[in-house]
């Protein structure tokens, strides 16, 4: 089940329901906004907007792909891609920031209240920080 939580006491329950996969971490950025990761490799984005609960977007956005070449350079790209890094040229790399789950987040500045910035880290190796004003959906 790939769903987050809020319980707002004393009776208030709402569960957002997500497509993706599960998360496992998240951190409070604002009074009404929550970042979330896990296995993903993309942070989500939910913020309050008085009443409930809404689902932002995702934070990570989709890196731009060059186009394949074809013909005899195709085949050169090939060849050389095996010889650098011993794959096939079919193992395909995520359009995200981080390549495998994102294990924890952690606020890594904040300003007059609200975290301003974050860093994830994922089990690929990676450590991403985050400007929380530049994410491609804005926190509440």
Excluded: M
């Excluded at 977007?57 to 010889?83: I, M």
Aim: aromatic share 8%; with cysteine; net charge neutral.
């Amino acid at each position: 089940d790939s769903s987050i939580t809020f319980i707002d006491a004393p009776s208030t329950v709402q569960v957002i329901r997500q497509s993706g996969l599960p998360d496992h971490t998240l951190i409070w950025v604002s009074e009404n906004a929550v970042i979330s990761a896990g296995h993903d490799c993309n942070p989500n984005l939910f913020n309050h907007n008085g009443t409930e609960w809404t689902y932002a977007g995702k934070c990570d956005e989709a890196k731009k792909k060059a186009a394949a070449g074809g013909g005899s350079r195709a085949a050169f790209n090939k060849f050389k891609n095996l010889t650098e890094t011993g794959q096939e040229p079919g193992v395909k790399k995520l359009d995200t920031k981080h390549q495998n789950c994102v294990t924890d987040l952690q606020p890594f500045a904040a300003t007059g209240g609200r975290v301003s910035s974050i860093s994830s880290t994922g089990l690929d190796g990676s450590f991403v920080f985050w400007d929380t004003s530049k994410l491609p959906v804005s926190p509440a």
